[in-house]
């Protein structure tokens, strides 16, 4: 069974930090990629950033990139989204997602569409606020 569990969120005040976390199971890890995605209120889903980890390339969001790095712990099938220089408008839930299509590399000029992603962590808020 697949799974993914999120934590890290909170409440972090203008220009602080956090680090998300996304523990997954239940498939080969090395064979899809992994994407942050999330929703602000009133919003809809926003493309956050994507990890490949057997090519170790990252991808971001333009709102996000310089801010947030994503990351994976090579003896844990765990991936991380490390997030600093926070501001309001990153206030959202976070969630980790799993590509559906082995091998897939999600890049900043793939159009977004939730149909590329085939399990969902539980998500995790994040609210950035003085």
């Known amino acids: 069974e697949v799974q993914l569990v999120e934590s890290g969120g909170g409440l972090v005040q203008p220009g602080g930090s956090l680090r998300l976390s996304c523990a997954a199971s239940?498939?080969?890890?090395?064979?899809?990629?992994m994407s942050w995605v999330r929703q602000a209120p009133g919003k809809g889903l926003e493309w956050v950033s994507s990890?490949?980890?057997?090519?170790?390339?990252?991808y971001y969001a333009d709102s996000v990139k310089g801010r947030f790095t994503i990351s994976t712990d090579n003896t844990k099938n765990t991936v991380y989204l490390q997030m600093n220089s926070l501001k309001s408008e990153d206030t959202a839930v976070y969630y980790c997602?799993?590509?559906?299509?082995?091998?897939?590399?999600?890049?900043?000029?793939?159009?977004?569409?939730?149909?590329?992603?085939?399990?969902w962590g539980q998500g995790t808020q994040v609210t950035v606020s003085s």
């Open positions: 239940g498939f080969t890890f090395d064979d899809y990629a």
């Open positions: 990890f490949y980890r057997p090519i170790s390339n990252t």
């Open positions: 997602a799993k590509l559906a299509i082995r091998r897939m590399v999600v890049t900043t000029t793939t159009e977004f569409s939730r149909n590329l992603y085939d399990y």
